[in-house]
């Protein structure tokens, strides 16, 4: 069984910052791409930023001047560093992971619950 828990989401006002995190446990072989996406009321799922097993990041548009993504790939550990926050970004957060098991051969997105951000003065 893999769990994928996110933490770090709360309250904050206009301007300030919160960091996500992601942990990854269980019968984990091997963690590929991870992934951070994002769901406000009303409206689809978007991508927010993603971190390869090497270092390489990608993020949208909308946060890339204000978010940082990172890993750690010992701890099986990913981190969102949300700076400069506006209330356009409040939303549940979800982390995701593309990892194999110790029992398959074949790579599987995995997701975690979410956490709120709520930004707001």
């Known amino acids: 069984q893999v769990q994928l828990v996110e933490s770090g989401g709360g309250l904050v006002q206009p301007g300030g910052s919160l960091r996500l995190s992601c942990a990854a446990s269980g019968t984990i072989f091997s963690i590929n791409a991870m992934g951070w996406y994002r769901q406000a009321p009303g409206k689809q799922r978007e991508f927010v930023a993603a971190?390869?097993?090497?270092?390489?990041?990608a993020l949208a548009n909308s946060v890339r001047s204000r978010f940082t993504i990172s890993r750690d790939n010992a701890k099986n550990t990913m981190y969102l560093q949300m700076n400069s926050l506006k209330p356009e970004d409040t939303a549940v957060y979800y982390c995701?992971?593309?990892?194999?098991?110790?029992?398959?051969?074949?790579?599987?997105?995995?997701w975690g619950q979410g956490t709120q951000v709520t930004v707001s003065s």
């Open positions: 995701n992971a593309d990892l194999k098991t110790r029992d398959s051969a074949q790579t599987y997105a995995y």
């Open positions: 971190i390869a097993s090497g270092g390489t990041a």
